[in-house]
């Protein structure tokens, strides 16, 4: 090994190792992952893209931020104090060498006294030299490992801040992702979820899993009504085709539209004999005002054909 070995610091390598390792910083499990709702849009409301919606409990999330950055600001810091320690091992070792040269050259000098000195002085001198020689290529020879030693203990020392940074991205990320925030400019409109043994809205405290939709942001400019015919007729209808909409909630309205898009397959209806069954058919508003709101019920009645009225 060289002569002036290098101890890195012990936070180098470990505080990230002990960091994964601590559960109270990284989470026992899935508990610090729990989807409680803390703020949420009032139904109805006008919001636009970008707004908050809904913000779920993100405390430990944060704090597991903090415990990141400061992670990796003290690994940040621990490479600075290992270049600083290694530039100085450097400068210490080529004082060595020049220290071991200077007594090559002087072994060197004396050895020219030895005609004048005794066989045994004489032969000492010679030993002197070619172990003050052999001492001096010896330091040489370690620059190089020196080198290499010092640039892989800084290049793991780096690592280690990488995969922190690459944590606290990560954390980030998961804090970010706490809060919801409106895809486009729209309605809110909650869904309704199972709360307690009932079915209802979602509310602020409750605690959603993955995967639930609990909210929608519709956009009012593009209305579709979602409705359902008979087998017998789906292969009647075309996509374009002109409808007249009609909403239950408003019997005396009526609404242009036309048929955006149709299902390839039929299911099974209820209200129906097992060997029919319905084709869902997708049908656009074309004109919207205030009336038209999501999830109320409508009818339709498709224009399958129409005769121009001419005059003699």
């Known amino acids: 090994p060289p002569s002036t070995p290098y101890n890195p ?104 006294t030895a005609p004048v000195r005794s066989a045994n002085a004489a032969e000492a001198l010679q030993l002197n030299v070619e172990e003050a020689k052999a001492r001096y290529e010896q330091l040489l020879k370690e620059v190089r490992l020196l080198d290499e030693s010092q640039s892989a203990q800084l290049h793991a020392a780096q690592i280690d801040r990488d995969q922190g940074k690459m944590e606290l991205e990560r954390a980030q990320h998961n804090v970010n992702l706490m809060v919801v925030r409106a895809p486009m400019d729209g309605i809110v409109v909650l869904q309704s979820i199972y709360r307690g043994g009932d079915m209802g809205p979602a509310q602020q405290g409750d605690q959603l899993y993955s995967g639930r939709v609990f909210m929608q942001v519709i956009d009012p400019r593009s209305m579709l009504l979602a409705a359902s015919v008979n087998q017998v007729d789906g292969e009647r209808i075309r996509i374009g085709m002109k409808a007249r909409i009609h909403l239950d909630a408003y019997p005396g309205l009526e609404f242009p539209g036309h048929v955006a898009g149709i299902n390839a397959l039929s299911k099974t209806s209820y209200r129906r004999p097992s060997f029919k069954g319905d084709i869902d058919v997708r049908l656009k508003i074309d004109a919207i005002d205030e009336h038209v709101i999501p999830d109320i019920s409508g009818s339709a009645d498709i224009v399958l054909a129409s005769e121009e009225k001419g005059a003699i």
């Open 9 to 112: 610091p012990s936070t180098a390598g470990s505080v990230y190792g002990r960091l994964a390792s601590t559960a109270s910083m990284r989470g026992a499990g899935d508990s610090d992952f729990n989807l409680t709702l803390m703020k949420l849009a009032d139904p109805g409301a006008h919001v636009k893209r970008g707004d908050t919606i809904a913000e779920f409990d993100r405390q430990i999330q944060l704090l597991r931020l903090d415990d990141y950055q400061d992670t990796v600001k003290q690994l940040n810091d621990n490479i600075e104090k290992m270049r600083s320690d290694l530039q100085s091992i450097r400068k210490a070792h080529d004082h060595i060498i020049f220290a071991a040269k200077s007594d090559y050259e002087k072994a060197q000098l004396d050895l020219k």
